[in-house]
């Protein structure tokens, strides 16, 4: 259905009650009104029999029908305008068109007013309402704790679309003009139940140009069918460049595909050995991001080499939003340039304020940069630090995370749409340097530019997690478990639109080990969603206290984001009532389910522990089971193999060991191997499932010394039985370490060497 909303004169409301109707074959629309001051408009769907229906308080003036079209109009009070709204009803989809005109010089003042027409449609105790708020939040239409507006243009909204469902039917609203609109989550005045409507705000001050929503009726399929229409919606706009067509384009895309974002702020980690042991350890994939700021890192040209040959890409920290007035003399490392020429001039004459640094008791006020001046600065920074550091990746801070501005500032004046588009600029400057591009947070108007997201898998941080980065918090709040890591309140919305555009993961502060108590909810999140970790040690010591989780946590999540990295998730769904069993499939036929329940879950022959999963692909398996009363932990893909006996002795489809063991297949004839905890004594290794052409029993193994080298002095004795290689852990060798074995052919033997 088309909506147009247009501003006329005044006039006295019609106080004769009058029916109007057009229909198409999928959609009925009645509008019926009742007194001078009410009005009711219902939308019935015929294939599910659904009727929607909503009362409308803005006085009626008139109304006429001709086809599948249907004009009213009404008068606003704000503005003292008349409004008319047209619907139009397509004939060959269950869809309503909505475009909003009025004139351009109508007012709409910048902090007070917004029109929200038409008012949400009823809703009833069994609805969920869904929103693009980050990776996407799902509650209960009976949840009240989600009030408020949520324009496309604020912090977290990632995408132009939200929806009502019973699970099964339902409607979705899409903005088709986005940037000076949203969504409005309140419930209908009678009714108790949480529904959405769309919300109009004004361009500078006025209404300015035509607005267009698409209303969307869904009979089947639920909030997935929601996003596979948005998805055809934004493929037409030309916000879909896949992660492959990308990687056509720039080959490190591959490197991020199964890497964990690993940031290294403390010099003790920034280290060739702590990079190397890491790689050892069974760490295949990694983005690793040196510090950074408007001051960036300096002295590490031989480090950042030293990481790329590794496999690893490499980054840092980069900002052109804030500055900070010269005259309240703020750190040296405080960005002054720019202030105040360059910074946002506000509707009333302000300058836009934005962060606020924090010295013990001091404050310093920043403000934010206007998004036109940016590139100018960048364009050069960046090129005079690619002089001197191999960088292959780097991460923009804010540009895709704050809201979009409306500058008044006469020499560089925006909208919010050219303010996104001025960013969207800046990320493309960045992109031509031929890096890997990050940003804060997610919106869709540069996922074509942006290849991956810190913060779309936070749904809220931690208190003082934007000052406080990498100290562990324990006590969150109840509302931080809830919304960030149990599970119930998400749903993926912006992975089943955008899985293989754009790699999400969490905000910088919110890594895994921020809320120790939640790092393995948030493993599971990343392993159900196909979506990359982050971590943040604090430093050396803690990197070592935490070691063996990290390498464990790793052997899971990147392992499965590495297989479902390109892949469009095509489905998503709750497999309980309490929606704490949650199922995911993707494009290559892929099945994940997890459990963040408290009980034991069965699904087929598996049965699913607390915090258990079982993932299936074409030609790999990865789980957290119950196995003969144990709970094992397996990882078996093509270049690899995990096992975690949890302490007893087990034989898996690879591997056998009574700790938890990880063998890497290098090439055709190399092997790497780690014993990732202290507890294992022994690991037994299936060669032939590894190496095809290599004979077990002329395999030697050699240990690795705490510098990094092989001991051939020091050959590990061996016992052979049927194909299974098994060797013992050393004393004195590191209680966690790492093997390398490559086999040599020579004439006379195959050699193995066990780095």
Known sequence: ILFTVEVTSTEETVKTPESFSVESQHLKLILETTSNEKTMLTVIDKSSEAAYSTTIFYPFKRAETTDRNLTATFYWWFNRYNFTATFLLDEMRPEMIIEIRMPPTAEMHPKLASLIFPPPFNS???????????????????DWRFPDEFPYFSYKITMGWAGVTDLNKGYMIILDTPFDAGFKVQAPSSSSYMSISPVIYGQKGHFSYPRKFTYVFISEGGYVAMAKRYREFVERRGYVKTLQEKRKENENI???????????????LQTEE??????????????????????????????IDQINDLGYLTGHYDIYTDVWNPSDNP??????????????VLW???????????????????????????YKVAEKRIAQDLALNNYTARFIDVETASPLWECYNPDHPTTREEDAQARLELLKLVKSFGLVVGSEEAREWAFVTTDYGEGTMTIKAAPNAGYDWMRPVNNPG??????????????PLRSLVYHD??????????????????WIKKDLLNILYGTMPLWMPVNLEFWNKYRSDFLKSYQNVGAIFRQVGYDEMVKHEFLTSDRKVQRTEFSSGTQIVVNFGESEFHYEDWILPSNGFIAIGKDWLAYRAIKNGHIINEVVVPWKSFLDSGGIHYRGYQLETDGAVVVEKLDDKSLRASFLDDAGTYVSINISSFLKDVPSNL?????????????????????????????????????????????????????????
């Open 124 to 142: 009833s105790s069994k609805d969920f309402i869904v929103l693009p708020y980050a990776e996407g939040i799902i509650f209960p239409s009976t």
């Open 254 to 268: 591959d490197k991020l595909i199964g890497a964990v974002d690993l940031w290294t702020l403390s010099k003790d």
């Open 274 to 303: 702590f990079f190397k042991s890491l790689k050892l350890f069974g760490i295949d994939r990694a983005i690793v991001s040196l510090g950074g700021g408007w001051i960036p890192p300096v002295g590490l040209s031989k480090l």
């Open 331 to 344: 750190p040296e490392w405080a960005r002054t340039e720019g202030f105040p020429e360059d910074v946002i």
């Open 348 to 374: 009333n004459g302000e300058l836009c304020k934005g962060w606020v640094i924090r010295v013990g008791l001091r404050r310093y006020q920043g403000y934010y940069l206007c998004s036109k001046t940016h």
């Open 478 to 491: 109840q509302e931080y478990f809830e919304l960030n890591a149990d599970g119930v309140y998400r749903v």
């Open 501 to 518: 555009v754009h790699v999400a993961t969490w905000y910088t502060g919110d890594g895994a080990t921020k809320v120790p108590s939640a």
């Open 699 to 755: 395999l030697k193994v050699y240990p690795i010394k705490d510098d990094l080298e092989i001991d051939f002095n020091q050959p590990i004795q061996t016992n052979v039985d049927n194909g299974w290689l098994e060797f013992k852990r050393l004393d004195g060798v590191n209680t966690v370490s790492y093997t390398h074995l490559r086999a040599h052919e020579t004439s006379l033997h195959l050699v193995c060497r066990l780095l």
